[in-house]
């Protein structure tokens, strides 16, 4: 599978870390978990927002990748697997903790919603993100995922249907439903002024 988020460079690159995590170089592991452990973090904080649990998803990840190294194919990039893998672990604790989280502020700027209210009309910029996390809440876990990987990581439908293993079609439907539902509620909730517009990308 061709990638927009990875080089022929890096793709390289972890074929020979993996080559060597097989031949059983603990340092090539090392560099390969040093390499992606932010974006891993990252993306797992953003679906269970739970520091703890994101840091117990980023070691469940890797533990899967060193028990899974001799059939991980190295002539593919890593990441789309490594990112397949968080959201599955990710799913599974927001399913055990019946918990939907997410963080707000980015997914806010990446979904490029500017209020624009009269100053005599302004909420409490606190009020404003309760509404807006209560609004996140009510989407499906599904739906959630996908416009995280899409506003929050720029994947695009391509590489998000790859990596969630689903049809593209599914991926630009739950994107479609999630960014509509995410925004009746925002519109149609009272604590907003009448005035509020949103402009999605």
């Known amino acids: 599978m061709e990638s927009s988020w990875v080089t022929a460079k890096s793709i390289e690159e972890d074929r020979l870390l993996i080559a060597r995590t097989r031949g059983g170089d603990c340092t090539a592991f090392e560099a390969l978990y040093n390499k992606y452990k932010g974006q891993v973090y990252r993306t797992a904080l953003a679906i269970v927002r739970d520091q703890g649990a994101a840091e117990d998803i980023l070691?469940?990840?890797?533990?899967?990748v060193y028990t899974n190294i001799?059939?991980?194919?190295?002539?593919?990039?890593?990441?789309?697997?490594?990112?397949?893998?968080?959201?599955?672990?990710s799913y599974n604790w927001v399913t055990r903790r019946k918990r939907w989280l997410t963080p707000l502020e980015a997914v806010i700027d990446r979904l490029n919603m500017h209020p624009r209210i009269a100053p005599e009309q302004a909420v409490e910029e606190n009020e404003l993100q309760q509404v807006v996390q209560e609004a996140i809440y009510s989407l499906s876990f599904e739906?959630?995922?996908v416009l995280i990987l899409?506003?929050?990581?720029?994947?695009?439908?391509?590489?998000?249907?790859?990596?969630?293993?689903v049809p593209e079609?599914?991926?630009?439907?739950?994107?479609?439903?999630?960014?509509?539902?995410?925004?009746?509620?925002l519109?149609?909730?009272?604590?907003?002024s009448l005035g509020v517009a949103y402009e999605w990308s």
């Not at 001799?70 to 672990?89: A, G």
């Not at 999630?178 to 009746?184: I, M």
């Open 187 to 192: 519109l149609s909730d009272q604590r907003l």
């Open 59 to 64: 070691q469940d990840c890797f533990i899967k």
């Open 169 to 185: 079609g599914t991926v630009k439907s739950r994107l479609y439903y999630g960014r509509e539902k995410l925004r009746q509620k």
């Open 70 to 89: 001799d059939r991980i194919d190295s002539s593919l990039p890593l990441v789309p697997w490594l990112y397949r893998v968080t959201v599955n672990l």
């Open 143 to 145: 739906q959630r995922v």
């Open 150 to 165: 899409f506003y929050l990581t720029n994947f695009s439908i391509r590489e998000i249907a790859y990596i969630l293993d």
